[in-house]
């Protein structure tokens, strides 16, 4: 007997496509099953003004092979000098969506961000005013502060006090790793949603020390205890629809994960969606899928739910899926959950 | 003016040499600077006979360049099936000091290892009688227990019981990395002693994963939180006679660190001295490193202290050392602190 779920065709709402080759490889991952994606800003140099954002978006359109339907949903990279009109203008014309603030330091392509978090407070009160989402990466960098420690530690110090100073910005903690952030999103009462990644509905971070230390399962914010993954199982799969799926996929070649200081990623855009059902079918939540992958994003963003639909089948043997994906800079690898996986998207 | 130490020969008291090309490889590395050494009887296949142990201790001594002096100290690697009566004769003959506990699975080659702990009991009754000390790794492997907890749950479920069963058997606690470990160690009356690394002073874990993920400062057990890396440096400072060195070093190539699944283990062998001459010096405890490198450890053997001496010579420049060691099978990266370091073995 084959089981299947047909949803409508999913979002991204948080993906690294990169630019040139990299993004030419990368960009079919995600197209074939995703009907748009918030495209993070982080290139070098970043994208910083809605001039910047329309020639990536341009390019992303170039690069997107033919009959195959995608829109990218652009954002800004807040800096220190972002100018509030530049912003306003470039969303009022529908050219970016959101403003992306990243802690300067917190991750790949992160030394363009902010330091001081009160000087962008004008851009804020701007994006507040005209309905504009602030997508974070919510991490302080203070090396006296443990890794494990800083998403709750962000939350306390530095999005709290935002967020109490202009309530109406509507914020988005990406990819949300510990049950701090859990709670605290639960405890909101409005213009607070967060995106949760595939890999950190699978992984802890015994996946990335216990038995030998593995860089493909390495992203920031770092995988925490079991305790957090199982409080992000039990927000994606409880149709609260101030979770949904923003998958983090980001390209890194081998050579670039395998060195001394490896990269920060995981590449899930080839199988996110089997991966998906299996956590939800394993969550006994299938039912709870569509709204993660489909609807909470859209409605949150104030977008329409996409027209197109997808089936996800599940097969008596397990699906092969690629171990990499090849590019012009050498292999990406495909993230491995570890074990068989069943489901594939018909 | 140039500040310099003397201090009596050290010796480590926990170190892998491994065999054939890598023994010859590495062993210089540590006789250079060390009268003795405890020698790790994980090789494949495991040191399990006082046969295996004199055959090993035959080849390092020939592998051991002219003019340099150094005395192997051979363990046994416990097994549930090892003879307690051989153990005993090959303490007797002064073939081996000690014997090894590895919990199977905890780290490199340990799959020979324990995993009934009551079954050993009767050789662990018979080293006890014979005042023969048990190095032990000191973690758990169950997959459910976080990376981080392994080495505590160890000394609750594991350790203090058998010491409660066995009270006279001599204990060492192995690259004791928690202030869980330190404590246990303070609050016991007797037999019991722990070695500590020199990496293990000197990195936290965000070391291993702020900013990136960096293989070359993974180890086993994994380098915790900064409150307990603390609680190491006070513990190792503190003169107190239960703590002294024990390096772990462990040579693997880069190819083997900087793979999808990379080998556990920090190479310190070649700059320890220097290393530890730093640590205290920041410690404001420079007149305890005798104690921890070359006290300590014979006086809780049994054993005399070395008769040569060592200078250590405080630099206004800071010293270069080797970013690797050539070997047979690849280069091998020398434990980099991360910071400039002013001191030289004289």
Redesign the interface.
Known sequence: MTQSLTIPRPDDWHLHLRDGDMLRAVLPETARDFGRAIVMPNLVPPVLTGADAQAYATRIADALPAGMEFTPLMTLYLTEETDPADVAAAHAAGIVTAAKLYPA?ATTNSSSGVRDFTKIYPVLEKMAEIGMPMCVHGEVVD??I???DREAVFIDRVLDPIRKEIPDLKVVMEHITTKNAVDYVKASTRNLGATITTHHLII???H?????????Y?CLP?AK??IHRLALRAAATSGDPRYFLGTDSAPHTDANK???????GCFTATNTMPLLAHVFEEEDALDKLAGFASLHGPAYYGLPVNAGEMTLVKHDAAVDFPKAIDTVEGPV?VFDPGYPVHWSVA
């Open positions: 330091g090396s006296d443990d890794i494990f802890n971070r015994n990335i020390l216990a038995g030998g230390i593995k860089p493909h390495y770092v205890r079991e395998l060195q001394p200081c490896g990269c920060a690898t």
